[in-house]
């Protein structure tokens, strides 16, 4: 269930920032559960497959979180830095990289002031960090600026057409998801209060645990498309992953995405 409390287009990084260190310690225990089955099961692993060859490549994680994708982007050759915006995530990560070294550098950052020298990195991704920068389009400026020519940034969001301010998931009387109800789609969201819990965390966990708590953003597809274009950027690949029917019926959450897409994926190229 979504709660928005309104906060304003006045709203700094910083205070952003506090939302999603005191969410920080509870999400890397969730995740690191198995409890985020959208991540998982269906928007990594089509995000990863959608990645070009990463070998050899350095590139740089923004908003990195405690590191999980990270983490898949060494071991698919890549080298690679890491930055977020809390303090807690960033601790969590270096723990994991202390005991299983990859030569991931971490560090605590903004991703709209990136602590790198323009030029810097071969590739640059995003996993469902992006939309919850408070600019969006200066977020994007960042990762064009520390990419070398002809390098690339790869990013998912939530999809602005079938998850925007409004979004309800049809069943019908079997329980069987018939169709996705979604309205708003051109109302921006400037720093509405959202509050949400993963949906598969057990009752027992629930009744303990505060709901994650973060300010959101909305844009239209076609508000994305012009920042990105404006960064200096070229679309190169849209992805919208749905689950096949074998995912479905192992993981009924992400059965929704048989019917409407909730994430999308897109890859832009900074122009030589």
């Given at each position: ?7 304003g287009k006045t709203m700094k990084t910083a205070e ?109 991704t995003a996993f469902m960090s992006l939309m919850d ?35 309800r998931v049809l069943r019908d009387a079997q329980g ?97």
């Open positions: 269930m979504k709660a928005y409390l309104h906060l952003a920032a506090k939302f999603w260190e005191a969410n920080a310690e509870n999400w890397t225990r969730f995740v690191r559960a198995g409890y985020d089955v959208y991540r998982d099961a269906l928007n990594t692993p089509a995000f990863l497959a959608m990645l070009p060859d990463v070998r050899g490549l350095s590139g740089v994680d923004i908003g990195c979180g405690e590191g999980a994708e990270t983490r898949k982007l060494v071991r698919l050759g890549a080298r690679m830095q890491a930055v977020d915006v809390a303090p807690t995530f960033i601790r969590h990560a270096k723990a994991t990289e202390t005991a299983a070294p990859l030569g991931i550098l971490y560090q605590v950052a903004n991703g709209m002031d990136l602590p790198f020298a323009s030029g810097t990195f071969d590739f640059a920068m408070l600019d969006h389009g200066v977020a994007l400026k960042e990762a064009a600026r520390v990419l070398k020519p002809g390098g690339f940034f790869q990013f998912s969001i939530i999809h602005p057409c079938f998850s925007p301010p409004h979004r069987k998801v018939s169709g996705i109800e979604v309205g708003r789609y051109f109302e921006p969201m400037n720093g509405q209060m959202n509050e949400w819990m993963f949906s598969t965390v057990p009752a027992n966990e629930r009744a303990r645990t505060k709901p994650f708590r973060a300010p959101m953003f909305h844009r239209t597809l076609s508000s994305w498309v012009d920042l990105i274009c404006g960064a200096g950027l070229s679309i190169e690949k849209f992805g919208e992953p749905t689950a096949s029917n074998a995912l479905a019926d192992a993981q009924p959450v992400v059965a929704d995405t048989l019917v409407a897409p909730l994430f999308l994926h897109i890859r832009a190229r900074k122009l030589a």
